[in-house]
């Protein structure tokens, strides 16, 4: 074998290095490497594996199994610490075999070759691949030849390391492009869910009612109660979280609005355990009225009959167990007209992006079950809300 002088090897390892600098996507890298251990070193074949979990896979190869530029025929899957390259890539140490027919490890691909070297590409001291090459000759790799790779393997995973950083800035500036326009799109659900035109006009529209009919008690309770709201969402319209307890008493203001609007037609019940400390804790803004709102707007639209909805505050461990039931008088109808019974409501995609945008994990359960009276099926939606 002849002796790589020093002048030669400090030009082919500038060849290695200046091949890359413009390439900008790893695959290009692993390619422009074989290429050059065939073309500079002289290798019959050359292929490189990066890992993939537990798995040495080939990504580039020049030999009998690339015969296109690009495209690797039935590309080799190694377990890591299997094989050659598989201890290789598992302790992180080059080996040259001399002759693969006194070692066991060997793994024939292509072809049966009689000797092997295998190089670890390390990035901050792991793993990330390795440089393999086969030759028809015993004893045909040198220790030159591991020097060589070795400090080839350095400057193409610095490459990597490289083109990994950039993709990764650029996916975390995705992300936070991403979370940037679903926050805006979450205060403008907020406006919308919480200052709904339907909302307000149906409220001015009850207010007006009731003075035309002269019934100024009603008016003015219904005119106070409706300014407490409105304050209180447009208090909200920024805020991520909301203390409990001034929820809780938006949810009876709501409800006793709807009352007032609606009168029979509509029974409310609100309930909280004992022992909730309300004052002291915050949870996700929005969701509660939204929530109420949806589920009695949407009965309200289809009930042939009264209204009754249930709502219950309980405290588990880190979470606010909410729980809203309300009747569904148009159960069998609504089978029949559907199929299925299922609506999507708005809240649903609330929540979803407040988990999102606020990296939250608000808990979502919903059920149909028969009301414990009146023969009807209630509509049941649990809520865990995690506490601030």
Not at 22 to 43: A, P, Q, R, S, Y
Not at 143 to 163: N, P
Not at 242 to 252: S, T
Not at 351 to 363: E, F, G, H, M, S
Request: a negative charge.
């Amino acid at each position: 074998m002849k002796t790589i002088q020093p002048k030669e090897i400090e030009e082919i390892l500038l060849h290695f290095s200046s091949s890359l600098h413009h390439l900008m996507e790893e695959e290009d890298v692993v390619w422009d490497l074989v290429k050059n251990c065939i073309g500079i070193l002289g290798f019959e074949d050359a292929v490189i594996y990066l890992v993939e979990g537990n798995y040495l896979v080939q990504k580039a190869a020049i030999g009998p199994k690339n015969p296109n530029e690009k495209e690797i025929i039935n590309p080799l899957k190694i377990k890591i610490g299997e094989g050659i390259t598989g201890k290789v890539a598992s302790k992180g140490l080059p080996t040259i075999i001399n002759d693969t027919r006194e070692d066991s490890d060997y793994i024939p691909d292509d072809h049966f070759r009689l000797s092997e070297i295998a190089v670890p590409i390390l990035l901050e001291g792991k793993v990330i691949g390795v440089i393999d090459s086969e030759n028809s000759e015993a004893n045909f790799f040198s220790q030159q030849h591991l020097q060589i790779l070795t400090a080839v393997a350095s400057i193409y995973s610095g490459q990597i390391a490289r083109i990994r950083a950039e993709k990764k800035a650029k996916e975390e500036q995705q992300i936070r492009l991403e979370l940037q326009r679903k926050s805006y799109q979450l205060q403008l659900e907020a406006l919308s869910a919480q200052l709904s035109p339907h909302f307000v006009f149906n409220s001015l529209n009850a207010i007006q009612n009731h003075i035309l009919s002269e019934d100024k008690r009603t008016s003015i309770r219904f005119l106070n109660i409706f300014g407490k709201l409105l304050r209180y969402f447009l208090s909200q319209l920024k805020e991520e979280f909301a203390w409990l307890d001034k929820e809780i008493q938006m949810v009876k203001w709501y409800l006793e609005l709807q009352k007032l609007r609606y009168g029979q037609k509509i029974t409310y019940e609100i309930k909280v355990s004992e022992g909730l400390n309300e004052e002291n804790l915050k949870i996700p803004s929005i969701v509660v009225q939204n929530l109420i709102e949806n589920l009695l707007e949407e009965q309200i639209q289809k009930a042939d009959g009264e209204i009754s909805i249930f709502v219950r505050f309980d405290l588990c461990g880190e979470f606010v167990k909410l729980q809203v039931r309300i009747n569904d008088s148009t159960h069998a109808k609504k089978d029949r007209k559907n199929g299925n019974g299922q609506t999507v409501l708005p809240w649903n995609s609330i929540i979803d992006l407040i988990n999102q945008v606020n990296t939250v994990d608000i808990k979502v359960e919903t059920k149909e079950e028969p009301c414990l009276d009146k023969g009807q099926h209630c509509k049941i939606v649990n809520l865990a809300l995690p506490i601030l």
